[in-house]
């Protein structure tokens, strides 16, 4: 089955792509990117001038499946990566029950491959039911296919079971996740401890909560040599870490959320709006501008979601009872589109870099390039669609979005994986 | 000029002249709290819900005693009887409290925003009787009334305030109020006991050192040590913290000859205050401050249930 | 403004600034006053000297009436009333020689109509007398529906039990709604539904008179605010 995508803006940093050209595709595979390409029997569709990149990639999110289906499930969380531009997710181990082993690696792979409508890496728990005390059988789980391991939605507590899981890890040459997070000094912290604490009367969640952890787990990178990678970093200081570990030579990589990116503290008003309590909280201005900063220079590896569904009554409740996380996925590329590229802060090749090139070498998953007889998942972006963010259009089970009513910029109109169309004119292909 | 206001949640929300409105009028309501027949109809036939989600026995009885000696129809909902208990979320508690068409809820729950979320759900008039550690304005305005009516004018007033004020909503609404006011603020506290930014709140001043801030004040507002609400003690005893924060007889020297005690209760005798202090006959206005809750609260209601526009609806 | 309910003049009053400022007012109305925006200046009824004398009638018919002062006490009905009472107060003294305890009584806590308005502005009841077994003239300036007069008596009798309440008003205009009547009346004014009746007096107002006001639409009748228009 064949596929010509003929007159894309072909963008892509790893092959110095950034023309307009055609796309053929054949088996999956691309055959050819070129001018003025043709083929005898098959798909042709005239792009008119949008913009193709490689497939982007979010490695942060929660599909809430097994255990929490009526917040997301698999089918539904990978149409909303599909409907978002991605062809692939990573999918966090924090199920019911957790993914601490080979079985439930297999069930993830397995409903995906039935039901998904993108690829789904799965990232395996740490320890065992997240508890922090006993390791999880990785070596059985990365023989399943598991990319990365991480206790996400808690974080390693002891220094020295963090110490046994990189150490544990470092022989598969799989990455360890860390979301960073001292309950200790978070305690029931609910939103970032300073102005917005003191005026709503709440328990903060200090920037240091999270900045020790980042600390100690380059530390431990330092010690065991295992690739380290910070999840959802939020923090000036917590970047200036990992800027500090990396011109040091150490495997450690992070990432931010568009949420922790394009909202502050600020945003959390009289209303107690639930939908923005996320887990590191919402920071301060010089924070968000920091971490613009480091995706900018690079010290950013991944723009990730941390896609987070819940149910609409769990989110209609007290905010101090109110689970944290807000969803992303429909969402990333047009904030990312409106508020970086268009603007001028980053070029598109840096937009490639942070949500498809660097996702998966952070993975370690076979790299997809816009050149002959690589993977043909690939995105199509109109970048100047204009649209606002409404509940009513997620394809997600959920609609806690922090960003409901923006207007923005550029979104993605077609994905294809692996040859095939998720998504079509902004459909999902069923 | 005009009193406009639907509910009683955010003390911010109220002007220097709203709040001498709701003082003002509550002077009105001595008259009717001295005399024989303690009551007058006219909430006759407005249903009050006094939805208490936490304990509290003082705060609530101060308002039941307000809402029958204006004659209104109130209902106890709460405490073991409170349907999160039995699972029902806070939303579907208040949508069926509605569908009885009341008119008022007094709220008090240990979550912040509580009330606000109450009133975008209910349509109805909501006072806010304290919210996690939010805010706690009806104790705000009965202590602001205790003080203008031993003081006469609260501008330029030096309050000092003294204690767990992070952890306090008593402190979230009092502070704010007194510097809408115009009132000075010197917060007092270990450390451990301050709320991350003070100066959000108000305070001018901020200091740990009790003996140098007392000189200065007209008024000292001791805060209870509330103990149930500290996860881990904060200080190492409470005998070191009645050394170093206790307003005690043998720092009286160092108060203004005028200087009142004011203690939103009940008091931890010995700890923040000795018995000479709590009961001193010139400075406490400790009971005055309780007999200010039931005319502050009657003229709250009054003021936000004849204020509105669209008449009594829920 | 004609439709707002918070500038209109009658018993949904709103708070005036203590300062004694007034409200918005800026047509002269040729008497050091100016025309309100409740209403314009129809006619003057009473003068000052037709109040003075009806209040000196009104003075020695109560007295007739209870035999004499001994037992009875004047509670006057803010605002307006309280002064009226205050004024016969002082003539019963300079007729008996006698001092009646004299008192003032603010309805807005009985009013029958709070529901539906603005919570009124509160003013102060003072009685630092006892009520029970006196002869009680409840003292009024306009006599209108009744309703003022009926939350009066709820509110009197919540704070004693006197032995008869007598009621004395400087104008009856009519248009009654409740089985009430006056004891002792000043004037019998026939007035329309549209016009309000309304008393100033030199203390609070700077000028002495009865005056009958057409109501501009949106407005209520009701005692003017103090301070003056």
């Not at chain 3, 539906?116 to 006599?143: C, M, N, Q, R, Y």
Request: hydrophobic share 40%; glycine share 10%.
């Amino acid at each position: 089955m064949a596929l010509l995508l003929k007159n894309a803006h072909v963008i892509d940093p790893q092959v110095g792509l950034n023309e307009t050209a055609d796309i053929l595709v054949r088996d999956g595979k691309i055959v050819e990117i070129g001018q003025n390409l043709a083929m005898e029997k098959g798909v042709e569709r005239d792009l008119g001038g949008k913009i193709v990149v490689p497939g982007l990639v979010d490695i942060h999110v929660h599909l809430r499946e097994p255990g929490y289906e009526t917040k997301e499930d698999i089918a539904s969380g990978t149409r909303a990566a599909a409907h978002g531009g991605f062809t692939a997710v990573c999918c966090m181990p924090n199920t019911k029950p957790v993914i601490d082993n080979a079985v439930g690696v297999e069930y993830v792979k397995a409903r995906a491959a039935a039901v998904g409508k993108c690829r789904v890496h799965v990232a395996g728990s740490c320890s065992q039911g997240l508890a922090g005390d006993t390791l999880s059988e990785m070596g059985d789980m990365v023989a399943h296919g598991a990319v990365a391991f991480t206790d996400d939605g808690r974080g390693v507590q002891g220094a020295g079971m963090m110490r046994r899981v990189m150490d544990y890890a470092a022989q598969f040459d799989r990455v360890v996740m860390s979301h960073c997070q001292d309950e200790d000094l978070v305690g029931a912290g609910q939103v970032n401890e300073g102005v917005v604490s003191t005026r709503l009367g709440m328990l903060g969640w200090p920037a240091e909560g999270e900045e020790i952890q980042i600390a100690r787990d380059i530390a431990i990178c330092r010690l065991t040599g295992c690739p380290l990678h910070v999840q959802h970093l939020t923090t000036a200081r917590g970047l200036e870490l990992v800027r500090a570990a990396k011109a040091e030579g150490l495997p450690v990589t992070c990432e931010v959320t568009p949420h922790h990116l394009f909202l502050t503290e600020d945003a959390i008003g009289d209303d107690y709006n639930t939908f923005l309590k996320v887990n590191p909280p919402l920071r301060t201005a010089d924070d968000a501008a920091a971490l613009v900063e480091g995706v900018k220079d690079g010290t950013v590896d991944a723009i990730v979601t941390d896609h987070a569904p819940h149910n609409d009554f769990e989110k209609n409740a007290e905010f101090e009872l109110a689970p944290f996380g807000m969803i992303g996925l429909e969402t990333s590329l047009a904030l990312v589109i409106t508020n970086l590229v268009a603007p001028g802060i980053i070029s598109w090749e840096r937009a490639v870099e942070l949500m498809a090139v660097r996702p998966r070498e952070i993975l370690r998953v076979e790299r997809v390039a816009l050149e002959p007889g690589a993977t043909a998942d690939l995105t199509v972006i109109d970048p100047d669609a204009a649209w606002t963010v409404d509940a009513a259009d997620f394809l997600s089970k959920a609609v806690n979005s922090g960003f409901i009513g923006a207007e923005l910029t550029g979104r993605a109109t077609d994905v294809y994986v692996g040859g095939y169309a998720t998504l079509e004119d902004g459909a999902i292909v069923e | 000029m005009a009193f406009n206001h639907k509910h009683l949640i955010d003390i911010t929300e109220y002007s220097a002249e709203d709040i001498m409105t709701v003082l003002e009028t509550a002077t009105r309501f001595k008259e009717v709290n001295e005399r024989r027949i303690k009551q007058v109809p006219t909430l006759k036939g407005v249903t009050v819900v006094n939805m208490f989600n936490e304990p509290s026995t003082r705060t609530r009885s101060s308002f039941e005693i307000a809402e029958k000696r204006l004659s209104a129809n109130s209902l106890n909902f709460g405490g073991s009887s409170t349907s999160t208990v039995k699972g029902e979320s806070l939303v579907d508690t208040v949508e069926t409290l509605c569908a009885y068409k009341i008119d008022m809820i007094i709220v008090r729950d240990k979550h912040a925003g509580v009330p606000r979320k109450i009133a975008d759900v209910s349509g109805a008039h909501v006072i806010d009787a304290g919210d996690g550690k939010h805010q706690h304005p009806t104790q705000a305005l009965l202590d602001l009334y205790s003080i203008w009516e031993v003081k006469g004018d609260l501008a330029g007033l030096k309050v000092g305030v003294v204690g767990d004020i992070g952890h306090s909503r008593v402190c979230g609404s009092l502070i704010p109020a007194l510097k809408i006011m115009g009132c000075e603020v010197t917060v007092i506290a270990p450390p451990t006991l301050m709320p991350a930014r003070p100066d959000i709140l108000g305070a001018d001043h901020v200091t740990t050192k009790l003996d140098e801030a007392l000189p200065d004040l007209d008024v000292v507002y001791m805060l209870r040590i509330q103990r149930e609400r500290l996860e881990g003690a904060p200080y190492p005893s409470l005998r070191e913290y009645n050394m170093l924060y206790g307003l005690t007889k043998e720092r009286e020297p160092l108060m203004k000859p005028d200087a009142l005690i004011c203690h939103p209760g009940p008091i931890n005798r010995g700890v923040e205050l000795d018995s000479y202090m709590a009961d001193h006959p010139n400075r406490s206005v400790i009971l005055d401050q309780v007999y200010a809750g039931i005319l502050t609260r009657m003229a709250e209601m009054y003021l936000l249930l004849g204020g509105s526009e669209d008449g009594l609806t829920a | 403004m004609p439709g707002d309910r918070r500038l209109r003049g009658g018993g949904a009053r709103r708070r005036e600034p203590h300062d004694g400022m007034r409200v918005a007012c800026t047509i002269p109305n040729g008497r050091g006053g100016c025309m309100t925006d409740t209403g314009t200046v129809k006619t003057v009824c009473m003068d000052a000297d037709e109040i003075e004398r009806s209040l000196t009638r009104i003075a020695h018919q109560i007295l007739e009436a209870n035999k004499g002062a001994d037992n009875i006490a004047l509670v006057g009905i803010v605002t307006r009333g309280d002064l009226l009472a205050k004024r016969l107060a002082e003539k019963i003294e300079q007729i008996e020689g006698t001092k009646v305890p004299l008192g003032k009584l603010d309805i807005s806590f009985y009013r029958d109509d709070f529901a539906t308005h603005l919570a009124p502005e509160v003013h102060s009841t003072d009685i630092f007398f006892d009520l029970d077994g006196k002869d009680i003239v409840l003292v009024d300036d306009v006599l209108y529906t009744g309703r003022t007069i009926r939350a009066a008596l709820d509110a009197l009798m919540d704070i004693g039990r006197p032995a008869t309440v007598q009621l004395a008003v400087l104008v009856d205009r009519g248009h009654r709604q409740l089985p009430i009547r006056a004891d002792f009346v000043g004037k019998n004014v026939p007035s329309a539904a549209d016009e309000n009746v309304r008393l100033f007096l030199e203390e609070t107002d700077g000028t002495t008179e009865v005056e009958i006001l057409e109501i501009a639409p949106g407005s209520r009748a009701g005692s003017a605010p103090l301070g003056g228009e």
